[in-house]
């Protein structure tokens, strides 16, 4: 039965080599199985009819009933067209058509009722359809097919060789008549009774054939629950497998490094969120089993604290700590905070990034091997270089979204126990998204701001209202505040992008000239010691405006800076905007994030800015993001942990069925960590074929 399912679809009648050949390239769509479980993306009632009154262009493919009264044909060459005058009692439309005519005026008489199936439109104030699909009414009352009729996308080269959506179908219903047997369960017996789902021979045949809205929802159901439950399920595994494997090291003791700082150093008391995660992170440190743990915290929570804590611990047992960041900026700007924050604890900490010179290196690579040095702070040049460790006991990773996870694996690859790890990120990420995306990490949350921290202040303007906000800007120097402006950046036109950027700080020099003013400029195209001249500008007040691209995204931290501005607001994601905003509002005073905009923007840059401007809350701000656009762009930046296409999933829409199979899943691996009973026997084997993909990304974190 398997090796059926595993035939070529060229086998099956209306395929052949070529068409086979076709759909393998277009859509995968290679075997029966593959066929079987190439899933409609919508279904149309069938049993619907429209009346041509009830017509307008806005409504999607309908379906109506009546009579043609006569052909004719419109306009020359190019748009010469066959059209039907087509009425029911209750008015009158034009079909049209700019092929066929011959074959169409053969095919369907006057005289005769038809069912008229397409999308309304409208040319010269009258609905119209153009290419309907038409049947005679009499012979689709009589032919047996479910009421809600299956809708398969097609791409263009498909539709050229006359593949369309009702094709599909048509192969898809040639194949089923075929299946003589029971499609085997992919799912053990127990969890289809005990959730009461559909068996998968029935849901296969209802997926594409529905007779009610009801079968429909409850094969997609039945569909989407397995998809989701193996995605968990491995993910799940993975941690199993890793903390069953992986001993780590045990930092059973907090020593006079961590006691020092929190008593000595510690220039403010923790928020019971700081705490909360200290907690946790102490837990798994202690634990004998390798930590690999996210921490959310939206910016400005003070993560950076508690990855000092973190690696304070780790050197009061004796071991070695770093810390990555995904810019010099960062890197540097870690650098120095966690250099000031311990000083006077004895504690050895250097930096390491790409610019760093020879002599330095030479001293970072001797302090490592003899342990004097307890952390090192760098960019990925920590792990790109030939970095040694003598005994590197935590990896800290900060704003991994910019780090591949491969670059990831390649940390401690070189060790034979992996060091415990703790991956921090500002990027509030919706919490089923979570699951799946750090499936198999634990996950701590800061949701809890420094106290006396002024809410950011957040307005739009479009480009006709630009002097008011320079005149704002100017008050806000006066008052000793700094600005950042920030100008969007979009590989695709990166030439563009930086005229754009060009041209801003001309203007800007031109509204607040020298010596008056001071403005400084970073982006990417300079060099890292160029950057941190003009980073230092700004960071020690001498500048009063640092104009930038989105390479001051994250992290950076300058207290007195309290003007975020946004050019070209329109253009940048939800997500991105807020990092941007949480780059003010760092200090007491009341910080504003100013959004630029062209005068007409689109509804959905309108959406995002009005949402900007009703909360400062990351995760309500992640949520509508998930809203807005969808999972998709989410999952490619942040390197999901699937290695395979969703079928009919989503990861943005079924939040609720991903903590259900979760939490089945956790219960399954709870009483049977390696799947090895009988009854489990088919997770193993669907397990195997569906993740036989290598998975080096396996074991780590
Ligand atoms: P992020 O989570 O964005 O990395 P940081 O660690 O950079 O945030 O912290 C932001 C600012 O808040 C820093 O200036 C830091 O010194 C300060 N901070 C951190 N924790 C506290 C606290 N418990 N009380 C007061 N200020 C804090
Ligand atoms: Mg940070």
């Not at 020359?76 to 087509?86: S, T």
């Not at 019971?272 to 996210?294: F, H, T």
């Not at 304070?312 to 966690?338: K, R, V, W």
């Not at 460790?389 to 126990?417: M, P, S, T, Y």
Request: hydrophobic share 40%; aromatic share 10%; net charge neutral.
């Amino acid at each position: 039965m398997q090796e059926f399912l595993d035939t070529s679809i060229a086998f099956l009648p209306g395929v052949g080599p070529k068409r086979a050949e076709l759909l393998g390239k277009e859509l995968n769509i290679v075997t029966y199985r593959d066929l079987l479980y190439y899933f409609p993306y919508k279904y149309i009632d069938r049993t619907k009819f429209y009346k041509i009154s009830e017509l307008d262009p806005d409504l999607p493919l309908v379906q109506i009933k009546g009579f043609i009264k006569g052909y004719y044909t419109e306009g020359h060459g190019q748009g010469k067209r066959l059209v039907a005058d087509f009425h029911d009692e209750t008015g009158i439309i034009k079909l049209v058509w700019f092929r066929g005519a011959k074959w169409i005026t053969g095919s369907y008489p006057p005289g005769v009722e038809f069912i008229v199936f397409g999308k309304p439109g409208v040319f010269n104030g009258i609905i119209n359809m153009i290419h309907p699909e038409i049947e005679e009414a009499a012979k689709a009352e009589q032919r047996i097919s479910s009421a809600l009729q299956a809708q398969y996308s097609t791409t263009e080269k498909l539709k050229n060789q006359f593949v369309t959506s009702k094709t599909i179908s048509r192969l898809i219903g040639n194949l089923l008549k075929k299946i003589k047997f029971r499609i085997p369960e992919t799912l053990p017996p127990y969890i289809v009774s005990e959730y009461h789902l559909m068996d998968l021979h029935d849901t296969l045949f209802k997926v594409h054939f529905p007779a009610s809205p009801a079968e429909m929802e409850k094969a997609r159901y039945r569909l989407k629950f397995e998809e989701l439950f193996y995605i968990q399920l491995n993910l799940l595994r993975f941690k199993t497998n890793r903390s069953l494997k992986n001993k780590g090291f045990v930092f059973s003791s907090v020593g006079d490094n961590f006691n020092n700082f929190y008593y000595n150093n510690l220039p403010f008391s923790l928020t019971d969120a700081q705490k909360r995660v200290m907690k946790e992170i102490r837990k798994d440190l202690g634990s004998g089993r390798q930590m690999n743990r996210l921490l959310q915290g939206d910016v400005g929570s003070g993560k950076t604290l508690v990855a000092l804590m973190s690696m304070l611990i780790a050197i009061d047992n004796g071991y070695q700590a770093c810390l990555m960041a995904p810019t010099e900026i960062l890197a540097s700007q870690h650098f120095q905070t966690i250099s000031k924050l311990v000083e006077g604890l004895g504690i050895q900490v250097n930096l390491l990034t790409g610019s760093s010179g020879r002599s330095l290196r030479k001293t970072i690579d001797e302090t490592l091997r003899d342990s004097s040095l307890h952390i090192l702070i760098g960019t990925h040049a920590l792990i790109e270089e030939n970095v040694k460790f003598k005994n590197l006991g935590l990896v800290i990773i900060d704003e991994q979204h910019r780090f591949g996870v491969a670059q990831r694996a390649r940390l401690w690859e070189k060790n034979l126990n992996p060091p415990h790890v703790l991956v921090m990120t500002a990027t509030p990420i919706p919490r089923t998204l979570a699951m799946t995306l750090y499936g198999d990490l634990d996950v701590s949350v800061i949701d809890e701001l420094p106290p006396g921290r002024v809410p950011i202040k957040t307005m739009h303007f479009s480009d006709s209202e630009r002097n008011k906000v320079y005149g704002f800007i100017r008050n806000q120097i006066d008052e000793g505040r700094q600005i950042f402006i920030v100008y969007p950046l979009i590989q695709e036109s990166e030439k563009m992008d930086y005229k754009n950027l060009q041209d801003g700080w001309d203007t800007i020099s031109r509204v607040f000239p020298a010596p008056k003013y001071c403005i400084s400029i970073v982006h990417g195209k300079m060099s890292p010691a160029e950057k941190e001249t003009s980073m230092r500008l700004f960071k020690e007040g001498y500048a009063h405006i640092l104009v930038a691209t989105t390479v001051i995204e994250v992290g950076v931290d300058i207290p007195n800076a309290t003007v975020m501005v946004i050019e070209s607001a329109e253009r940048f994601g939800l997500s991105q905007l807020h990092q941007l905003r949480g780059r003010v509002g760092r200090g007491a005073s009341q910080s504003y994030c100013i959004l630029m905009s062209s005068d007409k923007i689109s509804k959905e840059a309108a959406r995002r800015l009005e949402v900007m401007i009703s909360t400062n809350d990351g995760f309500e701000i992640a949520e509508t993001d998930l809203q807005l656009r969808g999972p998709g762009d989410i999952e490619g930046t942040l390197q999901s942990g699937i290695p395979f296409d969703l079928k009919i999933a989503n990861l943005g829409r079924d939040g609720q069925v991903i903590e259900y199979v979760r939490r089945i899943a956790e219960g399954i691996l709870e009483k049977d960590p390696l799947l090895e009973e009988e009854r489990n026997y088919v997770l193993k084997s669907e397990m195997k074929r569906l993740f036989s993909v290598k998975q080096s990304w396996s074991n780590i974190g």
